[in-house]
Nanobody, 120 residues
């Protein structure tokens, strides 16, 4: 069984920074891709950023130049450094691990979500 623990959310003023973490534990052989999604009230969940096991990154246009995704493959942990935060970044942020290979098979996993609130 794979467990995901997200942390790092909170309340921050516009222009501030936060760093989110998503740590996976369990019998994991590999994780092909790690993604951050977010969902604001009344809106659909959207992809914020993703990173492959090889380090290829992609970002939503709305966060390019402000957010940086990274991962530590040895620790099965992913990070999202968020700088220059804006009001519109307020949302619940979810990590998603794609194509996770374990002794039980291959599947995706979602984290429980962490609230990020940008407010003055």
């Amino acid at each position: 069984q794979v467990q995901l623990v997200e942390s790092g959310g909170g309340l921050v003023q516009p222009g501030g920074s936060l760093r989110l973490s998503c740590a996976a534990s369990g019998s994991i052989f590999s994780i092909a891709v790690m993604n951050w999604y977010r969902q604001a009230p009344g809106k659909q969940r959207e992809l914020v950023a993703g990173i492959t096991v090889g380090g290829t990154r992609n970002y939503a246009d709305s966060v390019k130049g402000r957010f940086t995704i990274s991962r530590d493959n040895a620790k099965n942990t992913m990070y999202l450094q968020m700088n220059s935060l804006k009001f519109e970044d307020t949302a619940v942020y979810y990590c998603k691990l794609g194509t996770v290979v374990t002794p039980a098979g291959v599947r995706d996993y979602w984290g429980q979500g962490t609230q990020v609130t940008v407010s003055s």
